[in-house]
T-cell receptor, first 111, second 115 residues
C-alpha cells in the first residue's frame, strides 16, 4: 500500500470549513483513499473513501486530484466535536483486511 | 446496533498476572481485529480473524494470545506481559473478506497498564 504524508497538526475556527490535505504521490491505480478519525479516548471512526471521483457523505467531502497524487478531506462546518486525529490511508482493495494507519493530522477546532 | 463493545475499559496488571480482554459485536460481521496503540501513536494491527479463523498475525509475541470463540466474540489473553506492553488495545470488526470496501468499526478500547 502506498505511503501517505499529512501535516502533523492544523487549527480551524468553529463554523468554518476544515480542509485536511494528504499527499500520496506513489498511489497506484487500484488503491483507494480512506479517511478515518480518532476522537480522544475513542476508537477510530470511518469517515469516507474514494478512488478518483470526488465523494460526499453526511460527514465530509473527499476531493482527489486528477493525477490522484493528493487528496483533501473537507469538513464543511467544523464543530468543537470534530477535534480529533484524522488519518489518511491508501489501501489496495486486494490488501484485504490489513488497514495501516500513518501518523495522521491533529485537527483542533477552536471556538 | 453498530457498536463494538470492549471490556474492561481499564486494566492494571502485574507482570506475572494472566488477564483477558473481551470484545463483542452484534452486527453480523465476520472479520474481527485487535490493534495496539501506544500514546500519541497510530494504531498498529496485531491480529485479524476471518470467519473465526486467525488470518493475520503481525508477528505478535506469544504472551498475547487471541481467541475467537464465535462470530460475535473476540478475546485477547494476556500472560507475562512487560511494562512496554502498556497501551490502548482496540478491537474492530468489519463485514468480512470479499467485501470490496470494508469499513472497520472500532470499540473504545481497553487502556492497559502493566506494572
Amino acid at each position: 500500500d502506498a505511503k501517505t504524508t499529512q501535516p502533523p497538526s492544523m487549527d480551524c475556527a468553529e463554523g468554518r470549513a476544515a480542509n485536511l490535505p494528504c499527499n500520496h504521490s506513489t498511489i497506484s491505480g487500484n488503491e483507494y483513499v480512506y479517511w478515518y478519525r480518532q476522537i480522544h479516548s475513542q476508537g477510530p471512526q470511518y469517515i469516507i473513501h474514494g478512488l478518483k471521483n470526488n465523494e460526499t457523505n453526511e460527514m465530509a467531502s473527499l476531493i482527489i486530484t486528477e493525477d490522484r497524487k493528493s487528496s483533501t478531506l473537507i469538513l464543511p462546518h467544523a464543530t468543537l466535536r470534530d477535534t480529533a486525529v484524522y488519518y489518511c490511508i491508501v489501501k489496495k482493495v486486494t490488501s484485504g483486511s490489513r488497514l495501516t494507519f500513518g501518523e495522521g493530522t491533529q485537527l483542533t477546532v477552536n471556538p | 446496533d453498530t457498536e463494538v463493545t470492549q471490556t474492561p475499559k481499564h486494566l492494571v496488571m502485574g507482570m506475572t498476572n494472566k488477564k483477558s480482554l473481551k470484545c463483542e459485536q452484534h452486527m453480523g460481521h465476520r472479520a474481527m481485529y485487535w490493534y495496539k496503540q501506544k500514546a500519541k501513536k497510530p494504531p498498529e494491527l496485531m491480529f485479524v480473524y476471518s470467519y473465526e479463523k486467525l488470518s493475520i498475525n503481525e508477528s505478535v509475541p506469544s504472551r498475547f494470545s487471541p481467541e475467537c470463540p464465535n462470530s460475535s466474540l473476540l478475546n485477547l489473553h494476556l500472560h507475562a506481559l512487560q511494562p512496554e506492553d502498556s497501551a490502548l488495545y482496540l478491537c474492530a470488526s468489519s463485514q468480512g473478506p470479499g467485501r470490496e470496501h470494508e469499513k472497520l468499526f472500532f470499540g473504545s478500547g481497553t487502556q492497559l497498564s502493566v506494572l
